[in-house]
């Protein structure tokens, strides 16, 4: 078990390595400059090449990503070019933003996600199931950035019940309440599809494990049927919904970027996509660089709950 | 983005409240279109960020209300030696900056050396993209006494007091930035009406009034700045209640804003001028009848109604109207007229149809809508056998592209300017002057005319008003009758700002002015 626990770290490494070579290549490969971004079309072409050199852009390229790995190693992300601010504490910053709306978003998906598949499985072809996997397909179907407008012009324009955007009020603010009432329509936005997702499956493996023996003998000896639902089916469907788990972790990272931008919530996708149109190639190369780790991370870790979760595991 | 598409359709029909929300009496909340980069105003090339600027930063001289006309700021008076080789400007006493340091002639000085000289110890706190081209003309700032400076300059430069009224000559605390050298960018210190308070970033920064302004204490105690990236989103937060001014409403969602109760639409014509740049240098477009012609097919009138939905009125020439003392409309004019532009290329002798390829930017400062506008002056160029290829860029490889001169490469490219300067000594020398042909300046059609550049020349030499502004009327009506481009239009500025705003004019320079006359009940 410790040499796999090794072997992955070993990979995780790796796979970094190639994210950062990828985006390095895939930044440089880009047309357009970052010195003549930054300048505008007033600038000489002196000014353009002054300033080319000073972010060391005018080096042969393996030159430049031997120089930027070497200053990462060291905890060095460099400075972003049009923010003129440390590229790790932007990237932290706006990383602490995305997170919060991603936990937020995994809390409500899967919490309601789990109740409504165990409630349609328990049911299975009642009206209720009916209804609840109705809903979960619409869910699936509909674009989440689409979910966030029909929520803004529900909740806060026409009942002005919770506030349109932004994570804290404009004036003062920043409390937990205050985050909390900002963080409600953006964190729904973006649960919607992975709860749709959770539901369905944990329908279908609720459904699969009701009709193994051990279910059956359970009931046969008399336990009440709550007990053989929290301890003998809902155990046994809980390997499957590790898997969605990091799937949907990964998902909702990605999603971030829609919602980010409808709800003007501080987090790193839309931070990225703007560094992209900028090219800010230390901003773009730290933020890639940081959401690749993350990812990476949490496929690692969802591996070795699996090893805690099924003993079989621990053992092959 | 079909976001942007689909939201005005799903606005429209119920938002009709007065907005509500968190107003708070003397706090005025400004929606910005991105964060801010930095809000040193010498490193600024950004219109967003230099919203900022004025509530912060004095300039020297300074356009009054309404009209490009200079009135005195940070100096009481000035005036020019007979050579136009020396400037000489008292400046206003008892200033402090917010750090409590006085404003005086060494901070005017260190403010345009730490500009202009690269060898100052604090140059390393740019770059300054902007300085050489407003104030290059500079060799020499010379303290005369406390209250009075002196500009020794290289070569004569009539433009150069209109450059002191921009944002890249505001005047900076020499103590602030020696303290805070680099992160001078974050923590701002002027002269201005508002102090710095807080830079929260990605989510706002605060700004506190300055009781002691020396031209009268800000009505507003604070005023706030969020960046709201995504249209929409500022469309929806502004009608919530969260912010109280954005610029910028996009075209299609100002009815919208008009018919809102509690909110008031503004708009101004400015200094603003798009086109598009045809390669003089190569066939078919090196044929001034070709450029014609060109100018004849496109329908601008479609283009401001239909697409800008009068966001913008169609431009005649080279200089936007609002610079009513350098600007005439007795030129040769392109209306409409798609059989007048038939007539001339089969006057010009060149078969049809004619394969051309147009640059096109998918955004950037200053091109309002480019794709729907390219797309449209396509249609019209195909319609008189013009046949148009457009290849589209995103902003910064467009800039890259256009800065290296449409060559080989391209016939027709858009682009657009500011004159933000209220002159266009800034300006046409880059765009149309023969020695700027790209990649030295920015004439990417690379225009030679022996006439305008010896009358651009002259210009610098002139310092009455009326007789330098003849000069530049005379340059428009050669340049309108060569069509070196095809004019298209003058944007029109809006804002949307909340019924409880007071005091709020748009300036036709653009810039946000005279901030401690607003007011917010």
């Excluded at chain 2, 400007?89 to 260190?110: E, M, P, T, Y």
């Excluded at chain 2, 001339?344 to 051309?356: A, D, E, F, R």
């Excluded at chain 2, 990417?444 to 009358?455: F, H, I, K, N, P």
Aim: aromatic residues 10%; proline residues 7%; contains cysteine.
């Amino acid at each position: 078990m410790q040499r796999y626990l090794v072997q992955r770290l070993l990979l995780v490494v790796l796979v970094l390595l190639g994210v950062s070579l990828l985006v390095f290549v895939v930044t440089r490969l880009t047309p357009g400059d970052p010195a003549r971004v930054l300048l505008g079309p007033r600038a000489t072409d002196e000014q353009v090449a002054t300033l080319r050199v000073a972010y060391g852009l005018d080096q042969p390229i393996h030159v430049q990503y031997l120089t930027w790995l070497g200053r990462i190693v060291r905890g060095d992300f460099g400075e972003s070019i049009q923010l003129h601010r440390p590229v790790l504490g932007e990237v932290l910053d706006r990383f602490r933003g995305t997170l919060i709306l991603a936990v937020a978003a995994m809390v409500i998906s899967f919490s309601v996600g789990i109740v409504f598949g165990v409630t349609a499985a328990l049911r299975a072809s009642s009206f209720l199931d009916r209804v609840l996997m109705s809903v979960a397909l619409l869910g699936i179907s509909l674009p989440p950035f689409w979910v966030g407008l029909i929520l803004i012009i529900t909740f806060s324009l026409v009942l002005r019940w919770l506030p349109a955007t932004g994570m804290f009020s404009p004036t003062g603010g920043g409390d937990f309440s205050d985050v909390f009432a900002h963080l409600v329509l953006p964190a729904v936005s973006l649960a919607v599809v992975p709860l749709a997702v959770i539901a369905r499956l944990t329908r279908a493996n609720v459904l699969e494990v009701l009709s193994q023996l051990y279910v059956r003998t359970a009931r046969a000896k008399g336990l009440p049927s709550r007990i053989v639902v929290v301890r003998h089916v809902l155990r046994n469907t809980l390997i499957g919904t590790v898997t969605i788990l990091g799937l949907e972790a990964g998902w909702l990272l990605a999603g971030t970027v829609y919602i980010e931008t409808v709800f003007a919530w501080p987090g790193i996708g839309a931070m990225l996509v703007n560094a992209i149109l900028q090219r800010d190639y230390p901003l773009v190369q730290g933020g890639v660089l940081l959401v690749a780790g993350i990812y990476v991370l949490i496929n690692l870790s969802t591996d070795i709950m699996y090893l805690y979760l099924d003993p079989r595991l621990r053992h092959a | 983005m079909a976001l942007s598409a689909l939201a005005p359709t799903l606005l429209a029909p119920i938002t009709r409240a007065a907005p509500a929300g968190v107003a708070t009496p003397g706090v005025l909340v400004v929606g910005l279109v991105a964060e801010p980069t930095s809000l040193d105003p010498g490193q600024l090339t950004d219109i967003n960020s230099m919203k900022l600027l004025g509530a912060l930063y004095d300039t020297l001289v300074r356009f009054k209300p309404n009209s490009f006309d200079l009135e005195p700021s940070l100096a009481t008076s000035w005036d020019r030696s007979a050579d136009g080789l020396l400037y000489t400007f008292r400046l206003r006493s008892g200033v402090k900056f917010h750090d409590g340091s006085d404003f005086n002639a060494d901070a005017v000085k260190f403010t345009y050396d730490r500009l202009l000289d690269p060898n100052h110890p604090y140059a390393d706190t740019g770059p300054f993209p902007f300085a050489p081209g407003y104030y290059g003309s500079i060799a020499e700032t010379i303290v005369v006494d406390p209250m009075t400076v002196q500009f020794r300059l290289r070569r004569e430069d009539a433009g150069l007091l209109d450059a002191f009224t921009l944002n890249t000559g505001r005047i900076v605390s020499p103590q602030a930035v020696m303290a805070s050298r680099k992160d001078f960018a974050q923590n701002p210190v002027g002269t201005g009406p508002f102090k710095f308070v807080s830079w929260d970033h990605n989510v706002r920064i605060t700004l506190t009034a300055n009781p002691d302004y020396w031209d009268g204490a800000p009505a507003l105690q604070q005023m706030i700045f969020r960046p709201l990236a995504d249209e929409q989103t500022r469309i929806t937060e502004f009608l919530s209640g969260g912010v109280d001014v954005i610029f910028d409403v996009p075209p299609d969602n100002i009815e919208q804003v008009k018919t809102t109760s509690g909110a008031v639409f503004l708009s101004q014509p400015g200094p603003h001028v798009w086109w598009v740049t045809l390669n003089t240098k190569k066939p078919p477009f090196d044929n001034p009848l070709l450029r014609q012609a060109a100018n004849y097919a496109v329908n601008k009138d479609a283009l401001t109604q239909d697409i800008l939905k009068g966001t913008g009125t169609p431009s005649v020439g080279p200089i936007p109207p609002a610079l009513t003392w350098a600007y005439t409309d007795q030129v040769a004019r392109y209306n409409y007229d798609p059989d007048r532009a038939k007539a001339l290329i089969q006057q010009s002798g060149v078969l049809t149809p004619i394969n051309v390829t147009f640059w096109v930017t998918e955004s950037g400062s200053g091109m309002q809508s480019p794709k729907t506008m390219g797309t449209a002056i396509q249609a019209d160029l195909n319609a008189v056998g013009i046949n148009t290829q457009i290849q589209t860029f995103e902003w910064g490889a467009f800039l890259n592209k256009y800065g290296a001169g449409l060559g080989d490469e391209a016939a027709m490219a858009e682009l657009s300017w500011m004159f933000d300067s209220g002159d266009p000594a800034h300006m046409l020398p880059n765009n149309l002057w023969g020695p700027a042909c790209s990649p030295k300046g920015f004439n990417g059609g690379c225009y030679q005319s022996a006439q305008v550049d010896e009358l651009l020349d002259s210009a610098l030499k002139v310092y009455d008003r009326e007789q330098r502004g003849s000069i530049y009327k005379q340059i428009q009506r050669i340049v309108a009758a060569d069509a070196p481009w095809i004019f298209i239009d003058n944007q029109i500025q809006n804002a949307a700002i909340s019924t409880r705003v007071g005091g709020l004019d748009l300036h036709p320079s653009f810039y946000m002015t005279f901030l401690n006359r607003i007011s917010a009940a």
